[in-house]
């Protein structure tokens, strides 16, 4: 059973700021406006504008990863770019969710997002406007990781498994940084409705086969240890750097 709080949303989404940088949203309009929005992230690029940061934002971001970290694969640089985006979708979402009982609307159409920012990835909320807690499904899942899997699998042929997985993962430290802040401050009822609405979000098909129930392990790899001294993350589905061509997908 997910309990839940009402507290109304401030316009500002000022309690999410003492959770940390992965949980922080800004409202209103950004400096640099236009940002494109999330939908202009997901939508078919138009081929002529390659190099534009508003008219192709996840190419964009993919080349600044790969410039940046000096990355030897462009689908290391995705799978990198994509799961660094995830866990900042849900961790304002859960955040809101076992803090408020409420969820901002994040539809992609009102979150803008600087894809040549740093990390973790800059957003913004055009405008805050409130759903119950159980919306984080719909809001996260549904509204960005599924059309965002599907243009990174479209563009550069990655794998659903693997970029599922990324979001799982990114799931599972969501609820790591929450469940830490709520202890060290005494919120045990955030702690009981962050794990609650997490096990509800685990239990989607998309998301229930992407970590060992029992050691919160990831079942595929991100393919961080293919970075020049990446190493492994800490619930690596390896137990050592595997040999060239021995990641799971």
């Known amino acids: ?34 940002l494109p929005t999330l939908a202009q992230a997901y939508a078919t690029p138009r081929p002529e504008t390659e190099d534009d940061v508003y008219a192709n934002p996840i190419t964009f971001r993919v080349r600044k990863v790969t410039e940046s970290l000096h990355v030897p694969e462009v689908r290391i640089a ?7 985006l995830a866990a900042r979708l849900w961790s304002i979402a859960l955040g809101a969710a076992a803090l408020y009982g409420q969820v901002p609307d994040l539809d992609p159409r009102l979150l803008r ?11 913004w909320l055009s405008e805050v406007r409130a759903l119950p807690a159980t919306a984080v499904d719909e809001v ?15 563009r550069y042929r990655i794998s659903p498994g693997l970029l599922w997985g990324n979001a799982g993962s990114a799931l599972a430290g969501a609820v790591r940084l929450l469940d830490r802040w ?19 979000l685990f239990a989607h098909p998309d998301l229930s086969g992407t970590l060992d129930p029992h050691t919160l392990r990831r079942r595929s790899c ?20 595997p040999g060239p061509g021995a990641a799971r997908s």
């Open 1 to 34: 059973m997910v309990l839940l709080l009402f507290v109304d949303l401030d316009p500002e989404l000022a309690e999410l700021g003492p959770l940390g940088g992965f949980f922080v949203l800004r409202t209103g309009v950004p400096p640099r406006d236009p």
């Open 78 to 84: 995705v799978s990198i770019a994509q799961q660094a």
């Open 113 to 123: 997002w600087d894809p040549d920012g740093s990390a973790p990835d800059d957003l």
């Open 140 to 154: 996260v899942r549904a509204g960005h990781l599924a059309p965002l899997a599907a243009v990174l699998h479209s």
């Open 182 to 200: 709520a202890r060290a401050n005494g919120r045990t009822d955030v702690i009981d409705r962050a794990h609650a609405l997490a096990s509800r």
């Open 222 to 241: 991100c393919l961080y240890y293919r970075l020049p001294g990446g190493g492994l993350c800490g619930d690596c589905c390896f137990d050592r750097p």
